[in-house]
């Protein structure tokens, strides 16, 4: 994991990402489980998974979705925003083994940064897919031509920031509200 955050122009089109490994225990399955409120037979009651079908309790979506975007923002830092995690299920994360996930940035445009991925067990793979993210410092999007306003120059600012000035905005509309009132009195 780490605590510093990538920036968007330390980050290329093939970097890979180093490898998380999830030891799937039984205790891991059963507690996200829990955890996410699925309370499904098949993650936490080995006879009842058997009866339907499968040789023990396994993995469900919502962790394995959770173990994605832990291993993106391992990678990425704390300051990354996932934007979407588009993934698909395949083999299942049963206890005893190991998951590895891996990937690489398969795209970079417009300040959004594109990681395939993939989560292999020892049946085969258990997840793959893409996740968008949005990392600090993106490049802002100036526009050149001549009949910009000031406002079409400057980089787009924070929802903190913004409230920031609309707070701003509205008392200077306050204050001058009042003297105006104050002008037509006299």
Known sequence: MTTKSRR???????????????PLTRTLIVSTA??????????HDPALANEKGSQD??????????LVGRYITDWAG??????????RLGAPNYPG??????????????????????GSNGLGDHV??????????????WKADSGASEADTQPAKTDKQQAKADKQQ???????????KKGRKK
């Open 8 to 22: 968007y122009d330390d980050v290329e089109v093939g970097d890979e990402i180093p490898m998380l490994e999830i």
């Open 34 to 43: 829990i955890a996410s409120r699925d309370y499904q037979d098949v993650h």
């Open 57 to 66: 309790i396994f993995m469900n979506i919502l962790t394995t979705n959770g």
């Open 78 to 87: 704390p300051n990354a925003v996932l934007k979407s995690v588009r993934i």
């Open 97 to 118: 083994d190991t998951m590895r996930i891996t990937g690489s940035v398969t795209g970079k445009a417009d300040g959004l940064i594109e990681v395939g991925l993939k």
């Open 128 to 141: 793959t897919g893409t996740v968008t993210l949005a990392l600090p410092d993106a490049p802002i999007a």
């Open 170 to 180: 509205a008392k200077a509309d306050k204050k001058k509200s009042k003297k105006s």
